[in-house]
DNA sequence: CGGGCGAACGTTATGATATAACAACAACGC
DNA sequence: GCGTTGTTGTTATATCATAACGTTCGCCCG
């Protein structure tokens, strides 16, 4: 699998992009930062800013998605489009499995919360810890 | 969930927890762990374990907040009670300022969200960056 | 062609955030 | 007293992230 460019705005990957890119799809989950870089010294990456600066421009143009609470980074699950700006994170504490979650109607409840405060929203981080299905006991 | 005992709403603080939730609460805003650090030198405090010990038992009780994508903490601007798990912090890129804001449809919808997926939540990081009033430019 | 220029690169060094580990001590029940 | 438990102070180190700098790449335009 490689780093085609998915829809409207995606310009081409330089090559440590791709790199990092593919590692994060390949890996189906979440990474750090030095994960990454412990990865990719195979293929010649070398130094941490090497690997920041591929998630930075990654993240610019919403193909990866960094999560704040466990200082990782994951591809985005999406079809690259809208909705990256309310995207929510369900991971989970057990088998570190993320899954990206979107709904309109949260992004509308978080809008108008902040909405009342006077608060002119630019981004949001959602990120809800738990346990996945396949992790929680098997009671019911 | 809303562990916290109802009837003593303040479970007896150390002197070390104390100095620190002082701090915070000085500070009306948010406060990385070595910015407590720096300000509380005066009054003994030496060292990171001393701050993150304390830090971690402050949020343990929800007194205090840790905001994941600024890596600070914040006091709790509630009542101390409860929907702790489910807060979401409006922070101004601007001026720092964070306001805790809590509203129950977006737990039920979060909630409901996660459930779609098979998850079940057990805390949740919600933190929006934007411009708050005061500094959002005044036309518009 | 080849000069200019902005983006990306490789590298070194360092800054910022967070925890491990351990010895000393206080508080408390018995 | 004496153990148990939890907090403290301390040193050292792990983990996460960026500054700074010169070099190279890609590409437009003269």
Redesign the pocket.
Known sequence: MTSAAKGSPS??L????AMVYDALVSASGAM????LLDALRAE???????????L??LTDIGLVH?L?S???FVACQHGDGTGHDTAAFAICDDCGDVVELSDARLARDLRSLADGSGFTPHRASIELHGTCERCRPAND
Do not use: D, M, V
């Open positions: 310009p081409r330089t090559r440590n992009q750090t930062a030095y994960q010649g990456l070398n130094a941490p800013p090497q690997i920041y600066r591929a930075q421009r960094r704040e466990t200082h990782a």
